[in-house]
């Protein structure tokens, strides 16, 4: 082996080590940025996914007035200055059967009364986080065909910002686990389960207002 090959040293490639280094940070910057990209708009694509499958985007607590129209009746809720919905005008309250004569009974303590702006809180509530079971129509006429002519409740959402939010509740669906809804905004008819409607339909053909 000749004397110059036996001396060589190795060399090392310090420039390339540096070069690793910076790659790899490189490398690092790019990873967390994707994963932020992804969480963002994953986050948003996951919201609006949300939003669209909402009977009632519009949260309770964003709600000012709520207007309640059955049985050609119409009563409206208002948020005061408690930020509690109470009405705008006075409730009729239910009439007791009057006892027959000559029967014996024992005392009786008078219903709890549940506070009416409390109970439509809690049905907004209900329809807030209800979700669409299938969109049927999404430009519709006057809906004749599910019921929407002549609606059974029209509700109508005045929001603290934004605009009027009206939900139009029709009749069920011929397997009777459902129910027709019109939406404005958007304005489509959509298929909802119907346990929370039904409840909610039932409270507001109840209420109605003192001096009609």
Not at 7 to 28: F, I, M, N
Not at 62 to 71: D, I, M, R
Not at 123 to 136: C, E, M, S
Request: proline fraction near 9%; hydrophobic fraction near 40%; charged fraction near 15%.
């Amino acid at each position: 082996m000749p004397r110059q090959q036996r001396e060589a040293a190795p060399v090392v490639p310090v420039s390339r080590g540096r070069a690793g280094v910076r790659l790899t940070s490189l490398l690092v910057i790019i990873l967390v940025s994707s994963t932020a990209g992804a969480w963002y708009f994953g986050g948003q694509a996951t919201e609006a996914t949300t939003t669209a499958k909402q009977v009632v985007s519009v949260a309770s607590a964003n709600v000012q007035k709520v207007t309640l129209q059955a049985n050609g009746q119409a009563v409206t809720f208002e948020r005061n200055s408690d930020g509690k919905l109470a009405p705008t005008s006075p409730i009729a309250t239910p009439t007791a059967f009057p006892t027959p004569a000559g029967t014996i009974t024992a005392p009786v303590l008078p219903p709890v009364q549940i506070d009416t702006g409390a109970r439509v809180e809690s049905y907004l509530t209900q329809l807030h986080d209800l979700n669409i079971d299938r969109v049927l129509v999404k430009s519709p006429g006057d809906g004749a065909e599910y019921g929407l002519d002549r609606p059974v409740l029209v509700t109508t959402l005045a929001p603290k910002s934004g605009p009027l939010v009206t939900i139009t509740f029709g009749s069920g669906n011929p397997q009777g686990n459902a129910v027709y809804v019109k939406r404005d905004p958007p304005g489509d008819i959509v298929l909802v389960s119907r346990y929370t409607i039904d409840e909610f339909v039932k409270f507001a053909q109840s209420v109605t207002p003192a001096n009609p």
